[in-house]
């Protein structure tokens, strides 16, 4: 958007001498986009709209309207009349500045932040392209994230909204300790700065580092994990004070807390401990799905993550034995983790773990999420209002309304009916940038 504001800037400055000529007058104004949509899903969880059109000005939705007449003079037109239209799709739940290859360990000790935040950029703008115009990234060494974040919102360069976490708060040698299996001389200790803290106050400093730092939310690995590297289950791995203490200070600076959470009793605890949401709950017993409608947590089902796992995990080599191990147990149970929480009336909202599997592929997870018994329009609904919700942006993304940002996508038939479609979107509006259109990429390099 930057770049077409001098454009706009000479446009007022002839209005305001008064000799704005007729042919100018006219002439469309690119802050101001008419999209005609074939059809508009603009509040998910409501029947699209035929036929209706959405008017853009600058980064904004200003109008949504019926009738061609209403579509202002200087309007530049985008034609998608043959196209279904919704809101800008959500995923809560990445790591932009990783992709799990058998080359990350040796990856750990060679990529600067420097290069961690080239690769983030990169995952980044894939991810916007495949309709997901949000990502909250949920752990990431160091500042690269941040980095990316800042520049996007800065106009300097395009890509999605990212909410980041920055570092995953956990214990020594637990999920997000980066430095789990090496040798001991390669690393420095890591410290609350890092995320990484045993007892209750190390664990508030962790928080508020974090936050210090830049994090607009606080990841926390209430139980074990599969990708790190250590044989010490998938159980919980926090004590009550510990999740007590992350929770009530990320709340205490107004972040939410999501808490990374497999086995059933750490689920359990961290429900109990006052999180905002469940990251993957694959152990999630009748108990837990209960006490999570009860407290209306929200659970991001990252299944997509299970099944890239359960299937690397066949590949000799590709993970280290303990991780293997963990992949094996967590990859068979994941989806029908996720059926039993949704029809046990636990919220949802969208989140894949993309870097565990390869980023671009984020809407596979519909596919899963439907085959277990979640219909087409609630899954869209959890990749928008419900994933806004829970990002706490619902006044900004996820539906289609004057006032929220211009983040609008389309596919060429309805998702509703075919949920696959989302596989294949082929126009992508960002901040009222079009960054995708007729299937291409029009990203600036
Ligand atoms: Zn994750």
Not at 83 to 101: K, R, S, Y
Not at 209 to 226: E, F, H, P, S, W
Not at 288 to 310: C, N, S
Not at 354 to 382: D, K, R, W
């Amino acid at each position: 958007m930057p770049r077409t504001r001098p454009i706009a800037l000479v446009l007022g400055l002839l209005a305001c001498f008064g000799n704005r000529s007729q042919a100018a007058a006219s002439d469309p104004d690119p802050q101001v986009t008419a999209i005609r949509c074939g059809y508009l899903l603009a509040e998910p969880g409501s029947p699209p709209i035929a036929n209706a059109i959405v008017i853009v000005e600058g980064d904004t939705v200003r109008a949504v309207v019926g009738d061609p007449a209403q579509i202002p003079q200087n309007a530049h037109v985008v034609d998608l009349s043959d196209q279904f239209v919704l809101p800008g799709l959500i995923d809560c739940h990445v790591h932009l500045a990783m992709e799990f290859t058998p080359d990350v360990r040796l990856r750990e000790l060679q990529d600067s932040d420097a290069d961690r935040a080239i690769t983030a950029l990169a995952n980044a703008r894939k991810t916007l392209l495949a309709g997901f115009t949000t990502v909250r990234d949920l752990g990431s060494s160091g500042d690269a994230v941040f980095a990316v974040r800042d520049a996007i919102n800065n106009g300097r360069v395009s890509g999605p909204r990212i909410l980041s976490a920055g570092e995953a708060v956990t214990p020594t040698g637990g999920h997000g300790d980066n430095t789990n299996g090496f040798r001991e001389d390669i690393f420095e200790q890591p410290t609350p700065m890092d995320g990484v803290a045993d007892g209750a106050d190390p664990c508030r400093a962790a928080v508020r580092n974090q936050v210090k730092r830049g994090a607009d939310c606080i990841k926390l690995t209430a139980t074990g994990g599969v990708l790190s590297n250590i044989g010490a289950g998938i159980e919980q791995q926090m004590f009550e004070d510990e999740l007590r203490a992350v929770v009530e200070t990320a709340h205490l600076l107004g972040k939410r807390a999501a808490a990374h959470a497999h086995g059933a009793r750490g689920i359990k605890a961290a429900v109990r401990a006052g999180v905002d949401s469940i990251e993957h709950g694959t152990f999630l017993d009748d108990e837990a799905i209960e006490l999570m409608r009860q407290h209306g947590i929200y659970l991001v089902p990252t299944i997509l993550a299970g099944k890239t796992v359960e299937a690397n995990a066949g590949i000799p080599g590709y993970y280290p034995a303990p991780v293997a191990a963990k992949a094996r147990a967590v990859g068979p149970v994941i989806q029908s983790a996720f059926g039993r929480a949704y029809k046990g009336g636990v919220k949802i909202a969208f989140g894949t773990d993309a870097g565990v599997s390869a980023h671009g592929i984020n809407a596979l997870e519909f596919v899963y999420m439907t085959e277990a018994g979640m219909p087409n329009a609630e899954a869209i609904v959890s990749a928008t209002t419900s994933a806004a919700y829970l990002c706490g942006i619902q006044d900004t993304a996820g539906r289609i309304k004057p006032g929220m940002a211009a983040d609008i996508i389309a596919t060429s038939a309805s998702p509703l009916d075919d949920i696959t479609e989302l596989q294949r979107v082929t126009f992508v509006m960002r901040g009222g940038e079009i960054v995708k259109k007729d299937g291409a990429s029009l990203l600036r390099p």
